[in-house]
């Protein structure tokens, strides 16, 4: 009997956006209960978190046109403790964007690629427009198309490590 694949996600939310994103997806990738799958706060992960999953959702807000610190800060707790112990492994990213949220993304494509992992689906951005510093401090609500698409995107990835399509 093969063992239960993990999917964890990784995530940091100032504004509950990025939460909330992250949760949907959670929520879609246990709604079959075939994959275990961690939500850890960016802050409580670690290299051996990433090393024991076979597959990540990253989440962040867009900050200043880029990942968050405390994404980033995971990231440069975890690189070199994972570097080629997990190539090509599974994974998608999460942007909560006041603008476009495509350069948080493309950072997180970056160091997914020094990973060797693979992107198995485009990033998923979600813009709530804020542009002024009382609308970017806000608490954020996520619309629930927009958690749709953040809990189908979690039931895709667990779907396929559990039929080994990744």
Not at 51 to 65: H, I, M, S, W
Not at 76 to 105: F, H, K, M, Q, V
Not at 144 to 154: P, Y
Request: aromatic content about 6%; proline content about 4%; hydrophobic content about 45%.
């Amino acid at each position: 009997m093969e063992a239960r694949k993990t999917l964890l996600i990784v995530y940091h939310s100032l504004t509950n956006g990025t939460r909330q994103m992250a949760e949907a997806a959670r929520a879609g990738a246990q709604a079959d209960g075939s994959v275990e799958v961690r939500l850890l706060h960016a802050s409580a992960a670690g290299p051996e978190d990433v090393l024991a999953a076979d597959g990540y959702v990253f989440a962040t807000p867009e900050n200043l046109g880029a990942m968050s610190g405390q994404l980033k800060d995971f990231f440069d707790r975890s690189y070199y403790g994972a570097l080629d112990r997990i190539n090509g492994r599974p994974y998608a990213s999460l942007i909560c964007a006041g603008s476009d949220g495509e350069n948080a993304a493309r950072q997180i494509a970056r160091i997914a690629t020094g990973w060797r992992l693979k992107m198995v689906a485009e990033p998923l951005i979600v813009c709530t427009h804020a542009q002024t510093p009382e609308a970017i401090l806000a608490p954020k609500q996520i619309g629930a198309e927009d958690l749709e698409q953040c809990r189908a995107l979690g039931e895709a990835l667990a779907g396929g490590l559990s039929i080994g399509v990744f």
